[in-house]
């Protein structure tokens, strides 16, 4: 049976936060679904499987979470993929549809964190990443800090020793992130840096200051996938994002074989996807008009642009001197601040990647819109609008989606914003029982499973 296209119809996020023990996971999954289901402007017993993504907790957290909107007794899948968690869910909901099996799925993630750096949960066993750091161990001079920061960091410092990139190359990037995030309500941080700051900020590795690293976070996001016929059974014409190319990757034998710091980061995952996704798409990194990357590092930013193609292999630095990873430039890249101003809750990180793409090609993103990205803009110019995200995590595990408008899609009329009463592409609001109430199961549901939203 060939696969069916797929579209991404309804999108919601909650606020990422700094750690404080202040709410819990089932209540950032619910505020995250609902804003989805509404904006999508359909109730959840309308979805026929869920697949959710967490790293910290307990089996059947996403049963705890969704209970609360229905227990209708539908497929739901717990997914932990590392840091790439988020976009797994989203590419097991897509398949489902691709494949015939759903008409309507949701992917859903979120994470409740502790403060400080990740480090493992299980003492008892091998780690997932026990070779990685051996070979680290024997390929590198060691050093300080949360060993992920040290292998982005090793890996840049690799680069940089190889090309004419410069720690200073690495600096502007996490400055244009910081100052991206400034206009994003969303965002755990919303505070500019220069990059002579962040050059001067605190060190967390031998190579890494802390305003190159992202932080730990609390939050959610979710989507709602649809096949076409869904799609305009229900209208949703004037705000369904197709799913134009996506591909998971893992790793090939260059993450030891290479022996190589820059290998150790993942990179030919992100190379294996990207090429994989662009073929789906039927195009190449130079229609791409807007990207959402993996920056849990700056330093690895500046490794994904090659990895994706979005420069030469080793022009990396030429393509920061340029400017075009922003605004006016080639690329609009992490318009949203990126994981080092936004936050990264694990399991909802690839998700709200999803949440500000859709935003971005609906036109409805605000000061934060890349302009190449808007309905009509490269139409008039006789081209198509491409976004791409890139969720990157070490174990390992690469997510490249790459999102346009519909042929069919068409502005206009009744659309999510209305149905929620804002445009939560440019306002972060909570949800109330009345929201849950609009979308919440007709058919099954029980009153003992709700949240608390007070």
Known sequence: MPSRKTYIVGVGMTAFSKPRGLIDYPELAVEAATKALL???????????????????????????????????????????????????????????????????????????KPGSLSTNFDDRSPPLLKTIMLTQEITEGGKGPFAAQIFGNGAAEYINKTS?????????????????????????????????????????????????????????????????????HGLENQAIEIAGQSLTTDSPRLFDDRSA???????MT????KEAYEQAGITADQLSVIELHDCFAANELLVYPALGLCEPDKAGEMVDRGDNTYGGKYVINPSG??????????????????????????????????EAKPGVAEEKGKEAYALAHNLGLGGACVVTILKRPSFY????????????????????????????????????SDYAAVDLE
């Open 410 to 445: 068409k502005a206009g009329g009744q659309d999510g914003r209305t149905r929620l009463g804002y445009n939560h592409a440019v306002e972060c609001r909570g949800i109330t029982q009345a929201d849950v109430d609009k979308v919440k199961s007709v058919k099954m549901s």
């Open 165 to 233: 990139a410069t720690w200073e190359h690495v600096a502007k990037i996490a400055a244009k992130n910081h100052q991206h995030s400034v206009k994003n309500p969303y965002s755990q941080f919303r505070n500019s840096m220069t990059h002579e700051q962040v050059l001067a900020d605190q060190k967390v590795t031998n190579y890494l200051t802390r305003g190159m690293c992202c932080p730990t976070s609390d939050g959610a996001a979710a989507t709602i996938i649809a096949s076409e016929a869904f799609v305009k059974k």
């Open 262 to 268: 820059v290998e150790l980061t993942g990179a030919d």
């Open 271 to 274: 190379r294996r996807a990207a």
């Open 39 to 113: 904006d999508a402007g359909v109730n959840y017993d309308e979805v026929q499987q869920a697949y959710v993504g967490y790293c910290y907790g307990d089996s059947t957290c996403g049963q705890r979470a969704l209970y609360a909107l229905g227990m209708t007794s539908i497929p739901i899948v717990n997914v932990n993929n590392n840091c790439s968690t988020g976009s797994t869910a989203l590419f097991l909901a897509k398949q489902m549809v691709e494949n015939g099996a759903c008409e309507c799925t949701m992917a859903l993630g979120f994470e409740k964190m």
């Open 338 to 371: 990126g994981l080092e101003s936004k936050g990264h809750p694990l399991g909802a990180t690839g998700l709200g990647m999803a949440f500000y793409l859709v935003h971005q090609l609906r036109g409805w993103a605000g000061p934060l819109q890349a302009e």
